[in-house]
């Protein structure tokens, strides 16, 4: 945040002027320290008196503005992050069936149908390339980024609980969103079988055992969304939020729906990483948004649970599960929004010549982020047609 009496005294300093007391001081020192690095490419610094002017041998007097050098930065990162958005959706849509294939081919019982991504063969062969894939799939992109922007870990990942009712309040959300938007496909014709939970993992369960069902089921609830939400609420959203909480907010849920490349669950997955974001910033622990996403996770196996019962009751069951949820959710925010007059949440914000919707357009068009996201919208398009 840009301080009045800074500016009218002429020095600006991206850096200092940040509000960094959003989180716990060893959090503070960390992300300072980094943006302070001389060698970080990724660091929006900026330092200038407005009333000096720099000359330049053969070029005269210089003067970088505040615009460009967010500009610069902002196209730095995004390009990083477009190279990890495109790891995700190589892996995904031909790496992890090549790997599919060459296990097959090595004499596994093993096979992959590419018309419908869904994976044959033995039911443990099965769940254990399942949980590999789901494993390799964000850590390598999250690895890349981590390395890449050599964010402290202690800056990259928010590690101290500083409000627990905000903890209450994030799942208190999460649950109305996720009843919100499970709504119109809950109250659809279209028919609903066990596999379309697994549908994105590509897991054919029908052949499966007790045993591997709660195996892969533990592996996909709770496993799956604290690696994810150390890649989105970890390495990408650490970087992002040097222009801002919100700014963060909306690139980080906007990035994690895309990387559905699935119109059904884009909704769905930007509200519920905008809750887990918000939840993280006002708990102060990453913590908060992988149990965002874990309830996630949990009511969208439980309700399609529910809907493969045959019997007259399920709708009743499903009505009731639905509702109950609503109440918890409900009571629960309730309880947050009055811990608000004790502990109030405040967002990091910066402000700029530079405004909010052109930050977000000047780092959607930054290529080859841009690219990945067209290409997302596009193989999403593909699965809804055919």
């Known amino acids: 945040m840009i301080d009045e009496k800074t500016n009218k005294e002429g020095i600006i300093n991206v850096i200092d002027e940040f509000d960094y007391s959003t989180q716990n001081d060893e959090y503070n020192e960390k992300f300072r320290s980094w943006r302070n690095r001389r060698d970080n490419t990724y660091a929006f610094k900026f330092e200038k008196n407005e009333r000096e002017s720099i000359y330049v041998d053969g070029r005269g007097f210089i003067d970088h503005s505040l615009e460009y050098t967010e500009k610069k930065v902002l196209a730095n990162i995004f390009f990083t992050l477009g190279i990890a958005a495109l790891m995700w959706v190589v892996f995904d849509d031909l790496v992890s069936k090549l790997i599919v294939s060459l296990v097959g081919f090595a004499g596994l019982n093993i096979h992959m149908n590419f018309s419908t991504s869904i994976i044959y063969g033995g039911s443990r ?196 599960f639905m509702a109950a949820l609503v109440v918890i959710g409900s009571a629960g925010l309730a309880f947050y929004r009055m811990s608000l007059k004790k502990h109030r949440v405040k967002l990091a914000v910066y402000v700029s010549d530079m405004t909010f919707g052109r930050r977000i357009i000047q780092a959607a068009k930054t290529f080859p982020y841009s690219a990945v996201a067209i290409l997302c919208v596009i193989y999403a398009a593909i699965k809804a047609v055919f």
């Open 125 to 320: 062969e099965v769940v254990l390339m399942l949980v590999i894939l789901g494993i390799l799939k964000p850590v390598i992109p999250m690895l890349y980024l981590h390395f890449k922007f050599k964010v402290p870990f202690k800056a990259e990942v928010m590690g101290k609980m500083n409000n627990t009712s905000a903890l209450v309040g994030a799942i208190s959300l999460a649950f109305l969103v996720c009843v919100a938007t499970s709504v119109p496909s809950a109250y659809s014709t279209e028919s609903k079988e066990m596999v379309a939970f697994f549908a994105s993992s590509g897991a054919d369960v029908a052949v499966w055992n007790q045993f591997e069902f709660i195996l892969y089921t533990v592996f996909d609830v709770i496993v799956n969304p604290i690696i994810a939400q150390l890649l989105f609420c970890g390495a990408a959203f650490a970087v992002l939020r040097q222009f801002g909480d919100p700014f963060a907010m909306i690139i980080t849920s906007v990035t994690a729906a895309l990387l559905t490349q699935d119109f059904r669950f884009m909704p769905t997955v930007f509200l519920v990483t905008l809750v887990g974001c918000y939840g993280m910033l006002s708990s102060g622990s990453i913590f908060t948004a992988v149990s965002v996403n874990i309830v996630y996770k949990m009511y969208s196996m439980t309700l399609t649970l529910i809907e493969t019962d045959s019997s007259d009751n399920m709708p009743l069951i499903r009505n009731l």
